[in-house]
């Protein structure tokens, strides 16, 4: 059974940093693609940062500067360090693993910025 379990979230000032790990566990993800999807109350979940194993990375144009995605492939973990928080930055945030077409979701972790 594959899982993918976000930790990290909660709650953050404005200005402030939280750092989202996503640990793996039933699959190895060395060569599949990993990212962070987010979703705020009322709108779709969009696409946050992205990493393949071997392209570079993609972020969605609101976190560009701000946020930056990694992965430590032994430890099966994919991370997002958030610096520079912005209360739009407020949602659930979704762990995402791709192997081929077939596509893994966390449960999801609140992540809330205060103004």
């Known amino acids: 059974q594959v899982q993918l379990v976000e930790s990290g979230g909660g709650l953050a000032q404005a200005g402030g940093s939280l750092r989202l790990s996503c640990v793996t566990s039933?699959?190895?993800?060395?060569?599949?693609?990993m990212g962070w999807y987010r979703q705020a109350p009322g709108q779709q979940r969009e696409m946050v940062a992205y990493?393949?194993?071997?392209?570079?990375?993609v972020y969605a144009d609101s976190v560009k500067g701000r946020f930056t995605i990694s992965r430590d492939n032994p430890r099966n973990t994919v991370y997002l360090q958030m610096d520079n928080l912005e209360p739009e930055d407020t949602g659930v945030y979704y762990c995402?693993?791709?192997?081929?077409?077939?596509?893994?979701w966390g449960q999801g972790i609140q992540v809330t910025v205060s103004s």
């Open positions: 995402n693993g791709k192997l081929g077409r077939t596509e893994y």
């Open positions: 990493k393949t194993s071997i392209s570079g990375k």
């Open positions: 039933g699959a190895r993800f060395s060569f599949g693609g």
